[in-house]
């Protein structure tokens, strides 16, 4: 694809020759004549002056000594639709894989792409054109949006983690819920998603969940956040729309995470806590990402404050056998 063309079909501006022929893409730092790279943030910037690539998506602020370049307001996401153009995914082909279990009361919408290996319980529902990978399990009564992707795995709908100390033993309470999981969500391999004790566990529109992310029963998860790997929701946990949450994260019972608040990676939310909307958090318990810097930096100041302590410690001593001296 020429560059030009390129340029054209983004909706954006380019430099330098626009009849340069574009094959392939990569990073910055490994790509090629042919290929096309992007460049986003200052450490980017700078590995592009020493980048072989035959062209480089750029912000609308980039000096360009000479090289050819296509300017979008957004590279990162000018280069996700350019990579989708350029390097095209083999279609998936509709219709369930022949070593697929789907059960006779299952309904699926056009378009859906059922893989080798996966279990489809009685009563569910699969909006159309979504893709579930292999060795996916959806337990029975669950609902799927549109145009969902289910990655290798992923199980949708098993039972909470609800049980009741009775006699010193501990007797299952009934998880009799289900699991209602909305259009265009995305969910990572090996992911579990717990159908409700009672009422649903809800996953909205949009959302997207890395690898290895655990939602307990009952939880509500949002419209259009983002979860990154190996975080996990106890139940009855809710997520507001369009907040994001780091990788490693692990949220109490009951906790809120209202819209738009971020939560760094490794963080802790205490069970009941509320996190509130717009806000950036880190550590554990999350605290406000500035009081979370101004601890981590009083901390890094106790070696230095120990031995100060020490010396102190040891002037005074001397200070006090002197005076005793006089006495």
Not at 24 to 34: D, N
Not at 39 to 54: D, F, M
Not at 280 to 308: I, M, Y
Request: net charge neutral; glycine share 14%.
């Amino acid at each position: 694809m020429l560059v030009r063309e390129l340029a054209e079909w983004l909706g954006a501006t380019f430099e330098g020759d626009g009849e340069k022929d574009i094959a392939g893409v990569a990073a910055v730092e490994t790509a090629g004549a042919a290929d096309l790279s992007f460049v986003a943030g200052r450490k980017a910037a700078r590995a592009a002056q020493a980048s072989a690539a035959g062209c480089l998506i750029v912000p609308a602020d980039f000096a360009n000594p000479g090289r050819t370049v296509v300017r979008a307001g957004d590279p990162r996401l000018a280069f996700a639709r350019a990579v989708a153009r350029l390097t095209p995914r083999q279609p998936d082909e509709p219709g369930v894989h022949p070593r697929a279990c789907v059960h006779e009361t299952a309904k699926l919408g056009a378009g859906v792409r059922i893989g080798a290996g996966c279990v489809v319980g009685r009563r569910v529902a699969i909006g159309a054109d979504s893709l579930l990978h292999a060795n996916v399990t959806v337990y029975d009564d669950c609902e799927i949006g549109q145009r969902a992707i289910l990655h290798s795995g992923c199980v949708i709908g098993a039972d909470g983690f609800g049980f009741v100390l009775v006699g010193g033993r501990y007797e299952k309470f009934p998880q009799v819920g289900r699991v209602v999981i909305g259009d265009d969500v995305e969910i990572g391999a090996n992911s579990c998603v717990d159908r409700a004790a009672l009422g649903v566990t809800w996953i909205g529109d949009g959302a997207k969940l890395d690898n290895l992310v655990h939602v307990a029963h009952n939880c509500r998860i949002g419209r259009h956040v983002v979860v990154a790997a190996q975080t996990g929701f106890s139940g009855g946990v809710v997520v507001e729309d369009g907040a994001v949450v780091g990788g490693q994260v692990g949220v109490g019972d009951k906790a809120r995470i209202e819209s738009g608040a971020v939560i760094g990676s490794g963080s802790g939310i205490l069970s009941s806590k509320v996190v509130h909307g717009g806000q950036v958090v880190w550590g554990t318990p999350a605290r406000p990402l500035k009081e979370h810097l101004e601890q981590l930096a009083s901390l890094a100041r106790l070696p230095s404050l120990r031995r100060e302590f020490a010396e102190l410690k040891q002037r005074l001593e001397r200070m006090e056998d002197a005076a005793g001296r006089r006495r």
